[in-house]
């Protein structure tokens, strides 16, 4: 069993940027791909990014790519949603999952391929 707790999220201006963190428990952190995806109001939940376990390969959305970035720190079972040049559509709230994969290159932009869910933590752009 894995627990995800998001943080970080807040209100920011558009342009702005914010980091979101999210913190895992268990001992076994590198084998499991980890996934940001973000629900805004009356929308579906969308893919956002994904990290490998061994945190060498990402993939991103296209509506992220180049301004969000995606680490991890597997020693401090921590992976981070760096998001910079931020705008108004991005205003959702936002999810950490954690994926077991068998190879610690291998990821995700596949939600129902996710194991576990955080409980999210809400980005609000302002124009």
């Known amino acids: 069993q894995v627990q995800l707790v998001e943080s970080g999220g807040g209100l920011v201006q558009a342009e702005g940027s914010l980091r979101l963190s999210c913190a895992a428990s268990g001992r076994t952190f590198s084998r499991y791909a980890m996934g940001w995806f973000r629900q805004a109001p009356g929308k579906e939940r969308e893919f956002v990014g994904t990290?490998?376990?061994?945190?060498?390969?990402?993939y991103y959305a296209s509506s992220v790519k180049g301004r969000f970035t995606i680490s991890r720190d597997n020693a401090k079972n921590t992976v981070y949603l760096q998001m910079n040049s931020l705008k108004p559509e991005d205003t959702a709230v936002y999810y950490c999952?954690?994926?077991?994969?068998?190879?610690?290159?291998?990821?995700?932009?596949?939600?129902?391929?996710?194991?576990?869910w955080g409980q999210g933590t809400q980005v609000t752009v302002s124009s």
């Open positions: 999952a954690a994926d077991l994969v068998y190879y610690s290159s291998t990821y995700t932009s596949t939600a129902g391929e996710y194991d576990y």
């Open positions: 990290i490998s376990g061994s945190g060498r390969n990402t």
